[in-house]
């Protein structure tokens, strides 16, 4: 069986959980069948674990385009590459489209998988302007025509049938997120988190992902505030979205550092080593979003033996079991698909609430971390992820 993937992210050009997915999948799936992923940016080599890969850059004539017109640019691109293909998959919205032209143009089935959703994402419109509706239009398109439909969670798919009601239910299943726990385990050595300014001999709080508005990194710091002086709060986080973003952001963290030490803030995706090192010494592993359709972070948190703080919300309620593995912190949102607490000030005393409570009893919060680890071999490898996968493509192809 020929299948051909397509993603925006790809090795070596990894910013976020839905391109460690396609990672992983690729890595696991490339020995079961003959596999082709199609990636968008610079060239990289063509062989991955025995896959075939091949690069796409934004056409020259689009350099100076909207962010979503270059995205369409390259999927336009792809469709040649797509002859032979058995069967399409894509990875969210940036490549949808090129799976669904590619299923017309070659009468292949298109499976795409759901890592997020445009419609509750509208503080896309900061970055995309006019683009945000583009990029809505081209998920809404593929959703609607695709022949199944991956959510990551249970969560995300009852938001899928929510946003699409023309999608049809039983185009859609749950096949989650995964982990390679022979990689991402627990790492005690101090060398790493010392060079990066962390301090191995006092509770930390650490936060990973992106600067974005879905990540709710402001409600974080403002929780941050109430926490106890000797703890540390470590951010490994990249640029914001947006300057007004950025600005919110970093008025927040001045705000910390008058008050209190540290506050550590690490501004560069860490080598997977190093982030394993920081993972390992974390007291507790904070996820304040407002959106998360399943988080990978949090798998690779549990992985190396952190206990999970996180919102209740979309999938995250599927990965970290309440009180055994961490705490779900309530989470009541604004029905207008900006996820917004509708208690802000709330949310952030609970959150803090539930950071204070772990981080006063060690011996616990050690106990939850080896919960979480057991829970991320049991529930969430990439192997029993590929074979469900291989079921939603046999289950299209008849």
Known sequence: ????????????????????????????????????????????PSDFHGATVRSYAVPAGLAEANPAVQTLGVDLQMLDGFAGAELIHSHTWYANMAGHLGSLLHNVPHVLSAHSLEPLRPWKA??????????????????????????????MRKDILRCYPDVD????????????????KP??????????GIDP????????GRITRQKGVPYLLRAAALLPPEVQLVLCAGAADTPELAAEVNALIGGLRE?????????????????IQVLSHATVFACPSIYEPLGIVNLEAM?????????????????????????LVPLEQVADGTGTPLDEEQFVRDFAAALIRTLADPAAARRQGEAGRRRAEEHFSWDSIADKTLEVYRSVLG
């Open 1 to 44: 069986m020929r299948v051909d993937i397509v993603t925006k992210e790809f090795p070596p050009e990894i910013y976020g959980g839905a391109g460690v997915h396609v990672a992983e999948l690729s890595r696991v799936l490339a020995g079961r069948l003959d596999l082709h992923v199609h990636a968008f940016g610079a060239e990289r």
């Open 126 to 155: 900061e970055q995309l302007g006019g683009g945000y509706r583009l990029s809505s239009w081209a998920e809404r398109t593929a959703y609607e025509a695709a022949a199944a439909v991956i959510a990551v969670s249970a969560g």
């Open 169 to 184: 239910p039983g185009r859609v299943q749950v096949v989650h997120n995964g982990v390679d726990v022979q990689q991402w």
């Open 187 to 196: 790492d005690l050595n101090d060398d790493a988190v010392r060079a990066l």
């Open 201 to 208: 001999e006092r509770p930390s709080v650490v936060f990973v």
């Open 259 to 275: 008050t209190r030490d540290g506050v550590v803030v690490i501004e560069r995706m860490l080598p997977r080593a190093e982030l």
């Open 303 to 327: 992985a190396c033996g952190a206990p999970v703080v996180a919102s209740a919300t979309g999938g995250i309620p599927e990965v970290v079991d309440d009180g055994v593995t961490g705490a």
